[in-house]
């Protein structure tokens, strides 16, 4: 089992910028392709950004090209999600999420194993 708790959501300004960061344990976070997804009320949950086990290839939705960057750190067991240029379209409960299935970038939730509680992201105008 992999247990996993998501911290740096809050309440910012359109413009303004947060970092996500999920911290693993229980498991080797190195073996695990991480995800970040979003979900809005009443919307499914949706894929932001992928990495790579290494870290080395990650894919992102067209959408958060540019303004969003998917990191990890395998020597902390900790993922990130840097968020740039916020708008209020955003705003939702984001997700990380590991899979290991090592079949390249997986796109949906169904494809993921693990996930963690979620945190919140509000961004007013």
């Known amino acids: 089992q992999v247990q996993m708790v998501e911290s740096g959501g809050g309440l910012v300004q359109a413009g303004d910028s947060l970092r996500l960061s999920c911290a693993a344990s229980?498991?080797?976070?190195?073996?695990?392709?991480v995800g970040w997804f979003r979900q809005a009320p009443g919307k499914e949950r949706d894929f932001i950004a992928a990495?790579?086990?290494?870290?080395?290839?990650?894919y992102y939705t067209d959408s958060v090209k540019g303004r969003f960057t998917i990191s990890r750190d395998n020597a902390k067991n900790t993922g990130y999600l840097q968020m740039n240029c916020l708008k209020p379209e955003v705003t939702a409960v984001y997700y990380c999420?590991?899979?290991?299935?090592?079949?390249?970038?997986?796109?949906?939730?169904?494809?993921?194993?693990?996930w963690g509680q979620g945190t919140q992201v509000t961004v007013s105008s």
């Open positions: 999420a590991l899979e290991t299935s090592g079949l390249g970038f997986r796109l949906t939730a169904y494809d993921y194993e693990y």
């Open positions: 990495s790579s086990r290494s870290g080395d290839s990650t």
């Open positions: 229980g498991r080797t976070f190195s073996s695990y392709a």
